[in-house]
């Protein structure tokens, strides 16, 4: 049995029926942030240069131009860093998510946010950083 400090207690009490439609649901909504997952990540990314930086705040990239060690560190690094930030913001999301479909239990919970987390790091991470590349679309003619 589990640990009574383990368990949802609010979700115990739910019909088979409810249960059935909220799993219905949060695999709807699972599908839908992986599907789109990519288009916000690649957008960022892809904005996510000195060169796009400089147009909306100069300063800073002249500030950071005047070191180029750090400049090429900066621009080589920043799509990854944003990369990081929204693959690090997505257990959160997967849980709010997941927290809704009405697992009984807290390990149950979490062990299907890190399943879902590690599907979209298998599935997602690929498209994502192909949109984001500048050389993924033919040039302009």
């Not at 368990?7 to 799993?23: D, M, T």
């Not at 990519?38 to 904005?47: R, T």
Request: aromatic share 14%; net charge positive.
């Amino acid at each position: 049995a589990p640990s009574p400090t383990d368990v949802y207690w609010r979700w115990v009490e739910l019909a088979s029926a409810h249960l059935w439609a909220r799993a219905i649901v949060t695999f709807g909504l699972m599908l839908v942030l992986f599907v789109f997952w990519p288009v916000p990540v690649g957008a960022i990314s892809a904005y996510a240069n000195l060169n796009q930086i400089g147009k909306v705040y100069q300063p800073i990239v002249d500030f950071i131009a005047r070191y180029p060690a750090v400049y090429g560190a900066v621009q080589g690094f920043l799509a990854s860093i944003v990369l990081v930030i929204f693959m690090g913001l997505l257990p959160t999301i997967l849980r709010t998510i997941l927290r809704h479909r009405g697992y009984h239990l807290h390990t149950r919970l979490d062990t299907a946010v890190m399943t879902a987390y590690w599907c979209s790091n298998a599935l997602n991470p690929g498209p994502a950083s192909k949109m984001a590349s500048p050389h993924s679309f033919p040039p302009h003619t």
